[in-house]
């Protein structure tokens, strides 16, 4: 078995894509729970009932940065 740290930093990013695009399409081995779904159910029913709500990108990477 291959040691991550013997990889060059190009090789790890492949490997993880590889894997990323494995559990991506494997999309019956990720299940949200009640809960999640739920919440995500809910979320999306208040930002289509009001768009205008919370902050566009540059307002939150200007809080983040603080500039």
């Avoid at 999309?27 to 289509?48: M, P, V």
């Avoid at 768009?51 to 500039?67: E, F, P, R």
């Amino acid at each position: 078995m291959m040691k991550l740290n013997d990889l060059t930093a190009r090789e790890k990013v492949t490997l993880a894509q590889q894997l990323w695009d494995s559990v991506a399409n494997d999309q019956d081995a990720i299940k949200l729970t009640t809960a999640q779904k739920n919440e995500l159910d809910n979320r999306l029913a208040q930002f289509e009932s009001d768009q205008n709500v919370g902050s566009d990108w540059n307002t939150i990477k200007s809080k983040i940065l603080g500039s």
